[in-house]
């Protein structure tokens, strides 16, 4: 998908957008009706039919209030999936204020309820995924062989997070709504009053308990010095599945930042420690 092409489209490029993962491609835009969007291309045109089973939930999400982005352009063009992602205000924050956390809780309650029939990363339904990531790993998502063989320190989490999903039982983890799946500080947008004004990057998102969402943002978090794990603790979730969930993003985001990102693992191992002393009783 080259440049020329897009502006054959009538996509006119303006900036690369900074989006931290694996995207093919994300550009600030404008579309051909002028308004301005971020632009995603993916090299496989089956990309699109998720995104037909993905836009309704999310269309449903915007009815109850939550401030998700609209899919204005989503085309098959070549053998790719391209797609505009509306552009909304704001920026993102490491440390959101005490009324953007209280507005996420408020947004993730909204996410219950939701149906969204697709797959997890390894395309098993929720409670066995959740089981399955944290005893044998999920290909190219949440691995277990960069703690295994990433020193003492990783092998210690990992040696952990597979005795806690022994422990597990995928009945545990409700299948209830929209997930996510990766609702980091940086898939969030604050407005200059600190307030919460976009949840972006959907593309992952899949059937699932969107506590998970609450547990991920509240990892995000940890260090941070918020009390955002009372937050999460006063919502009733289930002490075994925040377990369970703490541990599943402790093995996602050290090993992630292993193949990826070497230079922050220490800070990635100490928030995977700390967080499982508090919750591996």
């Known amino acids: 998908m080259n440049h020329e092409r897009l502006r054959e489209l009538g996509f006119d490029l303006r900036q690369r957008a900074e989006t931290g993962e694996s995207e093919d491609g994300a550009w600030f835009a404008t579309a051909p009706d002028g308004t301005p969007v971020v632009l995603k291309w993916f090299p496989d045109s089956s990309v699109a039919d998720r995104y037909a089973v993905l836009l309704p939930a999310l269309d449903e999400l915007r009815s109850r ?21 509306q552009m909304l205000p704001g920026a993102s924050k490491r440390n959101p204020s005490p009324a953007m956390i209280e507005q996420m809780v408020e947004a993730i309650a909204a996410m219950q309820g939701i149906d969204c029939p697709l797959r997890t990363p390894d395309q098993l339904p929720w409670g066995k995924s959740v089981v399955n990531t944290l005893t044998v790993g999920t290909e190219g998502w949440a691995e277990h062989a960069p703690l295994r063989t990433g020193g003492g320190r990783s092998a210690a989490v990992l040696d952990r997070v597979l005795a806690i999903g022994a422990d597990a039982d995928p009945a545990w983890f409700p ?3 929209l997930v996510h799946l990766d609702l980091h500080t940086d898939n969030l947008l604050a407005a200059e009053d600190g307030t919460l004004s976009g949840i972006i990057d959907w593309e992952g998102a899949c059937a699932g308990d969107p506590h998970f969402d609450l547990v991920r943002f509240a990892f995000d978090l940890d260090g941070h010095d918020q009390p955002v794990w009372e937050v999460v603790e006063a919502t009733g979730i289930e002490p075994r599945v925040i377990r369970a969930y703490v541990a599943h993003h402790a093995l996602r985001c050290t090993s992630w930042q292993l193949r990826y990102h070497p230079e922050d693992v220490p800070r990635q191992l100490d928030r995977a420690e700390r967080v499982l002393d508090r919750y591996d009783f």
């Open 65 to 85: 209030g939550v401030p998700v982005p609209a899919y204005p352009h989503v085309l098959v063009v070549d053998g790719w999936t391209l797609a505009a992602q």
């Open 175 to 177: 299948n209830t709504g």
